[in-house]
């Protein structure tokens, strides 16, 4: 999905500076940037670092002059109950899918306050909203980076900086493609699914004209609706869901794939 954002952020004619902790992946999507005509930089980065999240958003300031907006797109999927969840994969999830957004609004919000002006926005999940079995440690990490969003949205308005979150369902990515079993196997989005360019196209919307939350299929407002007022019809759905999965996956499932995100000028 990173990729995709890259395309469509070159195509508005946005400067950007792309950042992933793979070296491939990341000279492939400048050369396509730098194919469209697109002003670019990039920068190899572990995220879950603060001071290498720190390093990309300087050199975005010593290149461009300033950093209009944020997008915070890294992350990786772990499938697992909660008794099979190990203290050490849900730390690593949680540097990774959480702290990673921390470290990059604190590192772009000074220098959104000094211009009056940008917009932050972080790419959550549907299972931000709804935390179905099998799933609960990713859950509660997108759980997390919606709190953080919401709570930014208010602490920055007065300073004209905007903070949107994304709620995706599953979308057909490296992501998935990446996807395998901790012994053996192989697993996928349950359920519907979306292009990463539908979501793509969706959040640089989102960053022409802002709005608190992005919600690329539709219907999850309708289960987000039900998940509050109705939760036992959520839960009886989450338990035949997580019946169905469990005749397929048995193991513990790491989705690897951390995908760039596009900071920069728009």
Same mark, same amino acid.
């Not at 940037?33 to 990039?42: F, K």
């Not at 048995?250 to 995100?261: G, H, L, N």
């Given at each position: 999905?990173?990729?995709?954002?890259?395309?469509?952020?070159?195509?508005?004619?946005?400067?950007?500076?792309?950042?992933?902790?793979?070296?491939?992946?990341?000279?492939?999507?400048?050369?396509?940037?730098?194919?469209?005509?697109?002003?670019?930089?990039?920068?190899?980065?572990?995220?879950?670092?603060?001071?290498?999240?720190?390093?990309?958003?300087?050199?975005?300031?010593?290149?461009?002059?300033?950093?209009?907006?944020?997008?915070?797109?890294?992350?990786?999927?772990?499938?697992?109950?909660?008794?099979?969840?190990?203290?050490?994969?849900?730390?690593?999830?949680?540097?990774?899918?959480?702290?990673?957004?921390?470290?990059?609004?604190?590192?772009?919000?000074?220098?959104?306050?000094?211009?009056?002006?940008?917009?932050?926005?972080?790419?959550?999940?549907?299972?931000?909203?709804?935390?179905?079995?099998?799933?609960?440690?990713?859950?509660?990490?997108?759980?997390?980076?919606?709190?953080?969003?919401?709570?930014? $949205?208010?602490? /920055? *308005?007065? !300073?004209?900086?905007?903070?949107?979150? #994304? %709620? &995706?369902?599953?979308?057909?990515?490296?992501?998935?493609?990446?996807?395998?079993?901790?012994?053996?196997?192989?697993?996928?989005?349950?359920?519907?699914?979306?292009?990463?360019?539908?979501?793509? $196209?969706?959040? /640089? *919307?989102? !960053?022409?004209?802002?709005?608190?939350? #992005? %919600? &690329?299929?539709?219907?999850?407002?309708?289960?987000?609706?039900?998940?509050?007022?109705?939760?036992?019809?959520?839960?009886?759905?989450?338990?035949?869901?997580?019946?169905?999965?469990?005749?397929?996956?048995?193991?513990?499932?790491?989705?690897?794939?951390?995908?760039?995100?596009?900071?920069?000028?728009?």
């Amino acid at each position: 999905m990173g990729r995709e954002m890259a395309r469509l952020f070159a195509a508005e004619g946005a400067k950007t500076v792309l950042s992933d902790i793979q070296a491939e992946p990341l000279e492939e999507t400048t050369a396509m940037v730098r194919d469209l005509g697109g002003e670019t930089v990039a920068i190899e980065t572990d995220v879950s670092q603060r001071e290498q999240v720190d390093r990309m958003v300087q050199s975005a300031v010593d290149r461009f002059g300033r950093v209009d907006i944020l997008v915070n797109n890294a992350g990786y999927g772990y499938g697992a109950t909660i008794e099979q969840t190990t203290e050490s994969e849900f730390q690593e999830l949680w540097e990774t899918n959480v702290l990673s957004v921390l470290f990059g609004m604190q590192a772009v919000l000074p220098i959104m306050r000094r211009q009056g002006s940008g917009h932050i926005i972080n790419v959550a999940s549907a299972a931000g909203k709804i935390a179905f079995p099998g799933i609960g440690a990713y859950s509660a990490t997108k759980h997390a980076i919606v709190a953080l969003t919401d709570s930014l $949205r208010a602490e /920055v *308005a007065d !300073a004209g900086i905007h903070a949107s979150v #994304v %709620l &995706p369902i599953g979308t057909r990515t490296k992501f998935f493609q990446a996807a395998h079993l901790a012994e053996g196997g192989s697993v996928g989005p349950h359920g519907p699914t979306q292009s990463a360019e539908h979501v793509a $196209r969706k959040i /640089v *919307a989102c !960053a022409k004209r802002p709005t608190p939350e #992005v %919600l &690329p299929y539709k219907p999850l407002r309708l289960g987000i609706a039900i998940k509050s007022l109705m939760p036992s019809i959520m839960d009886a759905i989450g338990r035949r869901s997580f019946r169905k999965q469990t005749e397929v996956d048995s193991e513990p499932t790491r989705m690897q794939a951390q995908e760039e995100a596009p900071h920069g000028e728009a």
